[in-house]
């Protein structure tokens, strides 16, 4: 059986919440941790010296080469090794989590909605969860974009802007946390205009989604009855860092922005191998759309769409579109097709801007809607499989193209997929208004249902694991393989 294709591109995730860890840095900072108690007996010396022997046996006996060939058709691949790395096959496996047992009341009303103080319970601890890794970041990491736990220290990994603060300030608004509302609007208020004129490297995708679009949220919410922050001071940071980010599109010969603005020294560049992602350039605009709407400014929208409207010119696979695209010619590049890492938010794109949209007098976005349409039934004709032997339904990928071999490979990030669907299928209303306003067309209820497939499969990824998290990246048994090849729901990294 060969190797399972995957682009040598996706060894590294430059991105900086893809932070991989080796196995030797994670057993030594278990060991240095400092509530770590290592007891050791000559009995558990003798057994961990017994075990390693046997290990060393066994790893040597993989180098001959029918245990090697046996060793190919069981490996589990990990995505994200330089070298391809064939593990040893397994002398036995794990069995799968047993579900969560309900308990006699849940039983009884198994089948039945919950109540509500099951809700308000849940709600609770939700809550309480946040406020707790709140309470963490400001003890140790306050200012700093995320919080490394183990260590118990900060880390700029998306350009030092306090990423988290930001990202935590809407869901602190909805959750009703007015003191940490109080204490992310001071910070922001104190701090956030110093750290955009005396930063440097900033990546344009994550500073729209996570920084621009978390003050714009926070906006949307204050002027929405939050008092305990102040829109205006809000609005008028969004614009200081929407201008910067535009230097990204005007640096450009091409309406593909770059992919990286140097925030202290105004200017913008592409990435080391000069190539943006798709997903990346095509996810910026219901940030820019929203900014044009509330400061009366139409630059940000006009940068932002025409990135979609010369992307509707390019070719495409049935709507499918590759990964990579060039700001130098404005073309595609390479053949890599799928619906993960650095694909899947152009499609979610296309229609949630459609839907915020499609109400203006101004302007026809109804190509939005096209591209998405036909995307999808590209993503039906071309991508969707199902797996043996439990008929899981998943989304593949095309690493070489429409003409090269299909991969059964589906990235977690491919879950954004079922609720893109039904939001497409209902135009943004609920289910039961679209049917009543016979609103929903033979591709609609296509859509639906393999919404409701996926949602199903991206449970499983869940529910079969032993620590109840899915893998980062899944490859699946499909029909056609060897017994001994894919096994299904195969986890290989997790990050």
């Known amino acids: ?16 919440k893809f932070r991989h860890r080796s196995h030797f840095k994670v057993l030594s900072q278990s060991l240095t941790n400092s509530s770590t ?15 390693s022997g046997v290990a060393c046996l066994f790893l040597m006996n993989k180098s001959s080469p029918a245990l090697e060939t046996n060793s190919v058709q069981n490996a589990n691949f990990t995505e994200f090794t330089e070298v391809a790395y064939q593990r040893p096959p397994r002398l036995w496996r794990r069995p799968p989590r047993l579900p969560p047992r309900l308990t006699p009341d849940e039983m009884h009303k198994k089948g039945s909605r919950l109540d509500d103080s099951k809700w308000v319970s849940r709600q609770q601890k939700v809550k309480e969860a946040f406020n707790h890794a709140w309470s963490g970041y400001k003890s140790f990491a306050m200012g700093f974009d995320e919080l490394m736990p183990l260590s118990k220290r900060g880390t700029d990994g998306l350009g030092g802007l306090g990423a988290t603060i930001i990202d935590a300030l ?17 910070w922001i208020e104190k701090n956030l205009v110093s750290r955009i004129n005396e930063r440097g490297q900033v990546n344009l995708f ?9 003050l714009l949220s926070a906006y949307h919410l204050s002027i929405g009855g939050n008092n305990s922050t102040n ?25 593909i922005p770059f992919s990286d603005v140097y925030l202290r020294d105004k200017v913008a560049r592409t990435a080391p191998d000069g190539l943006s992602s798709t997903s990346e350039v095509s996810t910026l605009q219901l940030e820019f759309n929203y900014l044009s709407e509330i400061s009366g400014d139409p630059k940000y929208y006009s940068q932002g769409m025409k990135v979609l409207e010369h992307m509707r010119s390019l070719p495409k696979v049935e709507g499918l579109v590759p990964i990579y695209i060039s700001p130098q010619s404005g073309q595609f590049s390479g053949e890599n097709i799928r619906l993960g890492s650095r694909g899947d938010s152009y499609y979610e794109y296309l229609i949630k801007i459609w839907i915020q949209q499609k109400n203006r007098r101004d302007t026809d976005l109804k190509y939005l809607y096209e591209m998405y349409t036909e995307a999808m039934r590209g993503v039906r004709h071309r991508l969707v499989r199902k797996s043996i032997p439990k008929g899981l339904v998943f989304v593949g990928e095309l690493p070489y193209g429409s003409q090269g071999d299909f991969s059964p ?3 977690h990030l491919v879950c954004f997929l079922p609720g893109t669907l039904a939001l497409g299928a209902t135009k943004g209303m609920t289910k039961k208004k679209a049917i009543e306003s016979n609103l929903l067309s033979n591709d609609d209820i296509e859509n639906l249902k393999l919404a409701e497939d996926l949602a199903k499969t991206c449970f499983e990824m869940y529910e079969v ?14 029909k056609g393989e060897n017994e001994n090849g894919l096994m299904e729901e195969t986890q290989v990294q997790s990050t």
């Open 231 to 255: 829109p205006e001071m809000l609005l008028e940071i969004s614009k200081v860092l929407g201008d910067r980010l535009l230097l990204a599109f005007s640096s450009s010969s091409t309406p």
């Open 37 to 51: 108690r290592i007891s050791c007996s000559l009995g558990k010396f003798l057994m961990l010296l017994l075990i």
């Open 1 to 16: 059986m060969s190797k399972l294709p995957y682009s040598t591109k996706d060894v590294h995730y430059d991105n900086d």
């Open 465 to 478: 694991t032993s620590t109840g998290l899915a893998p980062e990246i899944a490859y699946f048994q499909i």
């Open 206 to 214: 994550e500073t729209t989604i996570r920084v621009l679009g978390g």
């Open 409 to 411: 490979k589906m990235d």
């Open 170 to 186: 809407d869901t602190a608004m909805i959750m009703g946390e007015n003191d940490i509302v109080k204490e992310a609007s001071s």
